[in-house]
């Protein structure tokens, strides 16, 4: 069974940047898809960004131009850029993963693995 790792969640004032890291372990497989999730407090969760193996992105509209999602398969992780941070960007962050193909990047119901979070806090 493999293991999601979050890090690099932190706090911080908008218009800042943070970097989040998701460390894969025990994901081998040629065709996967991995992506990046928030959930605010009363919210439902809700898709950030996601790459596939074949370097397919996709973007949530509300972060589109200030996040940015890579893959490392060197190292397996997983990374999300985030620039100009917003105070609504303020949520508990996981990472996600599947093997195989992804039809609806954006859709949690697509992954069947996750990580334990890590909290990003802007203030204003």
């Known amino acids: 069974q493999g293991q999601l790792v979050e890090s690099g969640g932190g706090s911080v004032q908008a218009g800042g940047s943070l970097r989040l890291s998701c460390a894969a372990s025990?994901?081998?497989?040629?065709?996967?898809?991995m992506g990046w999730f928030r959930q605010a407090p009363g919210k439902e969760r809700e898709g950030v960004a996601a790459?596939?193996?074949?370097?397919?992105?996709s973007y949530a509209d509300s972060v589109k131009g200030r996040f940015t999602i890579s893959h490392d398969s060197a190292v397996n992780t997983l990374y999300l850029q985030m620039n100009s941070l917003k105070p609504e960007d303020t949520a508990m962050y996981y990472c996600a993963a599947r093997s195989g193909y992804c039809y609806f990047l954006l859709s949690r119901h697509e992954y069947n693995a996750w990580g334990q979070g890590t909290q990003v806090t802007v203030s204003s």
């Open positions: 790459i596939t193996s074949a370097g397919l992105q």
């Open positions: 025990g994901y081998t497989y040629s065709r996967y898809c």
